[in-house]
């Protein structure tokens, strides 16, 4: 049974910084594409980042490319979002995802959830 969990989230000041991390468990994750989506209360689900398990390549939405960057740790089974220069439209509860190989960037192809962190960014 695969398990995320993420914690990290918080409230923080505009231009602020906050690490999220994702700690996975229940299986081997070699061929799993590991995920960040956010959602704003009354907007839907929306892909943020995402990360190959097996050679490690990134994919950002274009709002947050060079302000967050994601990052697995193999030997924890454990994923990390950075997230630099934050503002107040990156307020949302964020939520870990995974599925199987190939990427995917509608929340409806991922198998496994999280239950989420809030992150406020105060303007």
């Known amino acids: 049974q695969v398990q995320l969990v993420e914690s990290g989230g918080g409230l923080v000041q505009a231009g602020g910084s906050l690490r999220l991390s994702c700690a996975a468990s229940g299986r081997t994750f070699n061929s799993y594409v590991m995920a960040w989506f956010r959602q704003a209360p009354g907007k839907e689900r929306e892909f943020v980042s995402a990360?190959?398990?097996?050679?490690?390549?990134?994919y950002y939405l274009d709002s947050v490319k060079g302000r967050f960057t994601i990052s697995r740790d193999n030997a924890k089974n454990t994923v990390y979002l950075q997230m630099n220069s934050l503002k107040p439209e990156d307020t949302a509860a964020y939520y870990c995802?995974?599925?199987?190989?190939?990427?995917?960037?509608?929340?409806?192809?991922?198998?496994?959830w999280g239950q989420g962190t809030q992150v406020t960014v105060s303007s």
């Open positions: 990360i190959r398990w097996s050679d490690g390549t990134t």
């Open positions: 995802a995974a599925r199987q190989d190939p990427v995917y960037y509608s929340s409806k192809r991922y198998d496994y």
